[in-house]
């Protein structure tokens, strides 16, 4: 049973380019959440997601950023216009209900480098 | 702020010794996780910890839940050079998201 899969696991983009991050939760689990790391610090939740639906996208810069979750394929979180403050560990997690009912499982996560 | 903020910043240990690491919240909370993140790497979960629970253990994890003082501490007994790495506090509200610390660095010297 693979765990949450993430790709690519590195990305370089130049600045005003789009960056796409994809995320395919562990089987059995509808619900995904994606965070951002900036280095020396943790985890800042930014959106999450059920199946076709967000469910909180509090965390999400109003501009640029954007994610989805469709009926079939992986999660999907999407960066337009890039800057180099976007330049980023993106993680993504999935559980089979709201909340970490037993702690999430994390992907390994997309470095994203902006240069 | 921070719902969940890690105390030490930086813990630095020799092998064998015990490694304590705090973490205080500050809303109610439904539960809370404990996770070891390696350099580079993504984040693995150790243990959840139940609002209704005072203790629970793991191996050589012991993490203990004070919901009056809102409060949490993660020992590691015997800490081995392999522990090193980052640990992370998460609480669980009803919104359904986990919120996270910035996390304490251990360092376990051989």
């Known amino acids: 049973n693979a765990g949450v899969m993430q790709n690519p696991r590195h990305l370089v983009r130049r600045r005003g380019q789009e960056a796409r991050l994809r995320c395919s939760p562990m089987k059995g689990h509808s619900h995904v959440y994606w965070y951002r790391q900036l280095p020396e610090e943790g985890l800042k939740f930014m959106v999450y997601l059920q199946k076709e639906n967000i469910i909180d996208e509090s965390g999400m810069p109003k501009e640029r950023f954007s994610a989805e979750f469709p009926k079939e394929g992986p999660s999907i979180l999407r960066i337009q216009q890039v800057v180099r403050g976007d330049s980023a560990a993106y993680f993504c997690a999935s559980s089979p209900g709201q909340g970490a009912l037993e702690g999430y499982t994390f992907g390994s996560g997309t470095r994203l480098t902006v240069v | 702020s921070q719902q969940g903020e890690e105390d030490p910043q930086a813990l630095s240990i020799q092998e064998g010794e015990n490694a304590t690491m705090n973490c205080s919240y500050k809303t109610s909370i439904n539960n809370l996780q404990w996770y070891r993140q390696n350099s580079g790497r993504g984040l693995v979960h150790l243990i959840l910890?139940?609002?209704?629970?005072r203790e629970k253990h793991s191996g050589r994890l012991r993490v203990t839940l004070d919901t009056s003082k809102k409060s949490s501490s993660l020992l590691i007994t015997a800490s081995r050079a392999a522990d090193t790495a980052s640990y992370f506090c998460?609480?669980?509200?009803?919104?359904?998201?986990?919120?996270f610390g910035d996390g304490t660095t251990l360092t376990v010297k051989p």
């Open positions: 910890i139940r609002s209704n629970e």
């Open positions: 998460a609480t669980d509200t009803n919104a359904g998201k986990s919120t």
